[in-house]
């Protein structure tokens, strides 16, 4: 489990008074959690409910502060127009995040509401978190006063919070303690007791007012994912093979196929990562023989291990697998053949490319790894036997 990550910020602003305030949407993604926070200046007003927002906090009061959530569809559009009850400013942040836990689940909690007049706003210890998990807090104000919006005016974000300076938004300077200016900070955290942010740092003393969100993380959204290790064991691949009366022989081609190579793996946000299942195949195993005599070659083994390493996947990072190792052993052995003839074939080479592709898990998309390729060559290279009346065969063909 890890902690929800903020992959998008988005502010706007009503910078005159009205009773109608459009809220611009960050990115559209299916089945992620968008907050949205916003203090609505120094006119005491409430906003009217939102089918599509699930409301946290609405404070009917100047410089009042607004919490609101949705669980995202993919069909949300670009904004939101929210409607108050008195005509005000307002200054708004619509967070994007992945690796939340679906508000059906466990909703976003809040804090009590700090209040106060200072160059310091200090927002509340948060809810107290039911068990220690990877949580994400969200620390905000909202001030009464005039500033320009040109983010020089909040200057440090709590302790441990990011970024710095601090996200803010101001509606701008029109006139005399206006209001509609949001400044807020975030920090991942691993904890089971209430987290209490420090203070953020402002340019001038005003009014401000201030809360803390906590974001539970996804509890099917485990961020460590380890396949099964997939061995493959080959034994008694090389099997008799009797030639007869200067009979030419060739055995049947031998095959071998590699199943459950891409298992299925729960990667972020809930969604299903399936990579495209691997094939190994090998022909041509056991080449045409020409001879006379009886040749029963050693037991030929060949070991695959390491098939499926760890894959760590965190947040729409790249994810590079571990080089893989295989061996080969006892690949070409001495064969031994009647009439005192020994057989010493050369030895084999194989090839293992392609193996290790970059894979890129990006906005829950479906991750497809290059296909493995495994060949092998020089299997059943040439092969000389010399009788004991002096013949000699070149080439895999015997004669007696």
């Not at 689940?105 to 990877?134: C, E, H, L, V, Y």
């Amino acid at each position: 489990m890890a902690s929800p990550v903020v992959v998008e910020a988005i502010e706007s602003i009503t910078a005159t008074a009205g009773t109608s305030h459009v809220v611009t949407h960050p990115t559209v993604v299916a089945g992620q959690l968008w907050l949205l926070i916003l203090d609505k200046g120094s006119t005491s007003a409430t906003v009217n409910a939102h089918a599509d927002w699930t409301e946290l906090l609405d404070e009917a009061v100047a410089n009042g502060l607004y919490i609101a959530y949705r669980w995202t569809t993919g069909a949300e559009g670009a904004s939101t127009t929210l409607v108050t009850s008195a005509s005000t400013r307002s200054a708004q942040m619509v967070y994007r995040i992945t690796g939340a836990e679906n508000p059906a689940t466990t909703a976003p909690q809040i804090g009590t509401t700090a209040t106060g007049t200072s160059a310091t706003p200090d927002p509340p210890a948060s809810a107290t978190p039911p068990s220690s998990k990877d949580y994400l807090f969200i620390a905000f104000y909202g001030a009464a006063g005039e500033e320009a919006d040109d983010d020089t005016w909040s200057d440090t974000p709590p302790t441990n919070y990011t970024p710095s300076p601090p996200r803010q938004k101001a509606c701008g300077v029109a006139g005399t303690n206006l209001g509609g200016i949001i400044a807020a900070a975030e920090r991942a955290l691993t904890t089971g007791v209430a987290e209490n942010p420090g203070t953020f740092a402002k340019d001038v003393s005003v009014a401000w007012r201030a809360q803390t969100i906590t974001v539970h993380p996804s509890t099917s959204n485990p961020q460590l994912v380890t396949p099964g290790t997939l061995a493959l064991v080959l034994a008694t691949f090389a099997a008799v093979v009797t030639a007869t009366a200067n009979v030419l022989v060739t055995p049947s081609t031998a095959s071998l196929s590699l199943t459950g190579f891409a298992p299925t793996v729960t990667a972020s946000d809930h969604k299903i990562v399936t990579p495209s299942t691997a094939s190994l195949s090998l022909t041509a195993f056991a080449p045409t023989v020409g001879i006379g005599v009886v040749v029963t070659p050693d037991t030929a083994g060949l070991t695959i291990s390491l098939f499926a390493p760890t894959v760590t996947a965190t947040q729409n990072q790249t994810v590079t697998p571990s080089t893989a190792s295989l061996s080969l052993s006892a690949f070409a052995p001495a064969i031994t053949a009647t009439d005192h003839k020994v057989v010493t074939p050369s030895t084999a080479a194989l090839v293992l490319g392609i193996f290790v592709p970059n894979v890129t898990v990006s906005e829950n998309q479906l991750v497809t790894p290059d296909v493995v390729a495994l060949s092998l060559s020089t299997f059943a290279p040439s092969v000389w036997i010399r009788s004991h009346v002096g013949s000699r065969v070149a080439g895999g063909l015997v004669r007696i």
